[in-house]
């Protein structure tokens, strides 16, 4: 069974959850703990999502890992933000890509979503091939999707 977990529940992780919740069991998995509280209640605090957004799709909100070491699927979307030499902070990535080295697992797809420079993913899926014992596009995949959202782009929105 496919199940979905979108890691950073941000101005682009919140809006692919509960759009891709629509059709699969999803995750939302964010370490604010504040973040995930509000979610649970409906309540979006980037004012993008109202009370009705967040009905009749199959979404659990969770600040837990032990709650997502069993999904299919792992969306990355936590923000790396430019540094004063225009080059992505990646803080949030490592920690990211360093828990979920303790519960990939065969089969598993990571999709880094967030934005980042040319060899990054290689980087990463290294990484977790070196950490966990399994083997890169044999045990598990890992890719890059560009963002499909622009953050405060009320224009172009993702299809909800």
């Given at each position: 069974?496919?199940?979905?977990?979108?890691?950073?529940?941000g101005?682009?992780?919140?809006?692919?959850?509960?759009?891709?919740?629509?059709?699969?069991?999803?995750?939302?998995?964010?370490?604010n703990?504040?973040?995930?509280?509000?979610?649970?209640?409906?309540?979006?605090?980037?004012?993008?999502?109202?009370?009705?957004?967040?009905l009749?799709?199959?979404?659990?909100?969770t600040?837990?890992?032990?709650?997502?070491n069993?999904?299919t699927y792992?969306i990355?979307?936590?923000?790396?933000?430019?540094d004063l030499?225009?080059?992505?902070?990646?803080?949030?990535?490592?920690?990211?890509?360093?828990m979920?080295?303790?519960?990939?697992?065969?089969?598993?797809?990571?999709?880094?979503?967030?934005?980042?420079?040319?060899?990054?993913?290689?980087?990463?899926?290294?990484?977790?091939?070196?950490?966990?014992?399994?083997?890169?596009?044999?045990d598990?995949?890992?890719?890059?999707?560009p963002?499909?959202?622009?953050?405060?782009?009320?224009?172009?929105?993702?299809?909800?």
């Amino acid at each position: 069974m496919i199940k979905i977990c979108v890691i950073g529940l941000g101005y682009v992780g919140l809006p692919l959850a509960l759009n891709v919740s629509k059709k699969f069991k999803t995750i939302g998995f964010d370490i604010n703990k504040k973040r995930i509280a509000q979610l649970k209640k409906h309540s979006d605090n980037n004012f993008e999502f109202k009370k009705k957004d967040f009905l009749n799709k199959d979404i659990e909100f969770t600040h837990r890992l032990n709650k997502i070491n069993n999904c299919t699927y792992y969306i990355i979307c936590v923000p790396t933000p430019i540094d004063l030499k225009n080059k992505p902070e990646l803080s949030a990535l490592k920690k990211t890509f360093h828990m979920l080295k303790k519960i990939i697992k065969i089969d598993d797809t990571v999709v880094l979503e967030s934005t980042v420079y040319p060899g990054i993913t290689n980087n990463f899926g290294n990484f977790l091939q070196k950490h966990t014992g399994l083997k890169i596009n044999k045990d598990f995949f890992i890719c890059y999707s560009p963002e499909r959202i622009n953050p405060g782009d009320n224009t172009k929105k993702l299809n909800q």
